[in-house]
């Protein structure tokens, strides 16, 4: 496989930073993870304004363009021949001297790798079981609204989830609302409604999440963004996932009890995956 790394391209192995990468030092940076089809990577446009947004916020300058970034992923896919990918972005603030401080940092850091997709099974469609976890997110902090490289919460969460035989885990923010998971946006079904918590409470703002929200008024669905306690998620007709790299991924189990299926979540899924192919052609 070959990875980008500053301008060039190289075999994975040897693309490595320094050291002194604040990145590695700090997690001081930004990523992006960018579902590939067909070739093109599934709202390249919105990943790259999300990381501008986010390398302004981090105060990081970009070291190439827009335009360049995307020819750079055009190039990555056609020498790896993989169609089928997930693209991962990592930004950051380049090498630096020892302690906190920006100064005297040097050209930021921008690599690029692909991995193939999560094997899945046609005759056994994914679904995971959630648990909350015991882990919270600050309510209202801004870095929220940017995929930083400092994700050890998530990870922790993650590894809380699976130590319990669950899949994935419900993060709460700081006010005991729902949030997020370790590795994605939520949605629930409400009387017919498609609902997800809104921005500026500990959320990411996903691009997949956007996508459904897209998908739920060209298909005239009701959808709506309410603040919702984990007690009250119980009570769902349906509940489901979205990230870039699986799309939308049901929910069977939440803490421990089944989660009845959805013909509403099915039916996003569906809606979903033929935009994908659609925009893929």
Excluded at 77 to 101: D, F, H, Q
Aim: aromatic letters at 8%; glycine letters at 8%.
């Amino acid at each position: 496989m070959f990875a980008f790394l500053n301008g060039n391209f190289l075999p994975e192995a040897d693309a490595v930073v320094p050291l002194n990468d604040r990145g590695f030092l700090l997690g001081d940076g930004l990523f992006e993870t960018v579902r590939v089809a067909g070739g093109k990577p599934f709202r390249f446009a919105q990943h790259l304004e999300r990381l501008s947004r986010g390398a302004d916020f981090l105060k990081i300058k970009l070291p190439f363009e827009p335009k360049e970034i995307q020819k750079f992923v055009a190039q990555l896919i056609e020498k790896n021949i993989l169609p089928e990918a997930v693209l991962r972005l990592t930004l950051t603030r380049g090498v630096g001297t020892r302690g906190y401080s920006v100064k005297n940092c040097g050209t930021p850091t921008l690599a690029m790798t692909l991995h193939p997709l999560p094997p899945q099974n046609p005759k056994e469609p994914l679904q995971w079981s959630l648990i909350t976890s015991s882990y919270r997110i600050p309510a209202g902090d801004a870095q929220a609204s940017f995929k930083t490289t400092s994700k050890i919460l998530n990870v922790l969460a993650r590894a809380e989830a699976q130590d319990q035989g669950a899949d994935e885990a419900l993060l709460l923010n700081t006010n005991g609302e729902v949030a997020e998971t370790a590795g994605g946006n939520l949605f629930w079904i409400y009387h017919d409604s498609v609902c997800t918590v809104p921005t500026g409470r500990g959320v990411l703002p996903g691009i997949t999440r956007a996508v459904v929200l897209e998908i739920c008024q060209s298909l005239g669905l009701a959808s709506s963004k309410r603040v919702i306690k984990p007690e009250q998620l119980r009570n769902a007709e349906g509940i489901f996932v979205t990230q870039s790299a699986l799309g939308i991924i049901p929910v069977a189990a939440f803490d421990g009890q089944p989660v009845a299926p959805s013909p509403l979540v099915d039916q996003l899924a569906g809606a979903y995956d033929e935009l994908l192919r659609r925009e893929a052609l």
